[in-house]
């Protein structure tokens, strides 16, 4: 899964997460302890309807974690207890707030890793144009 369809995919879940907070909000007044019948089957329905957004977001974010593991060639910690658990779709497992931690600092680290080499690498060549710049110019104030 690519990055753009992650964030589009992130955002449409999100999108409408928002519209069932504010829908909740609406109908229900906060000033009341009690839920009225009518607005509490309503409220139940956007409830589960949350938590199977929640649940396919969880699924988003162990699909490109897993992705990302691939492409950085890092293990993505199947063996490791607690890492993954259950998901409400068969054969698919999502990662707790344990493996998500663990695979992003993962992650981190081999990015940090590999752009360590580029920046020394960068510098180098800044350097050397530097240099090159200060020969040039002494050698034009010496004609």
Known sequence: MNAITFWIKKRNILKKQRKNYYIMSKNIDKSKIEIEPKDKVKFLSIVRE???YNME??????????????KLQLPEYYEDEGIWGPSNMPNEKVLTDKGLTKLKSAIRSERRERAKWIFSFGSLIVG?????????AVIGSLE
């Open 50 to 52: 949350n938590n199977i």
């Open 57 to 70: 977001l969880k699924m988003l974010f162990s699909r490109r974690y897993s992705y990302l593991c691939g």
């Open 128 to 136: 050397f144009i530097a240099a090159l710049t200060g020969l040039i």
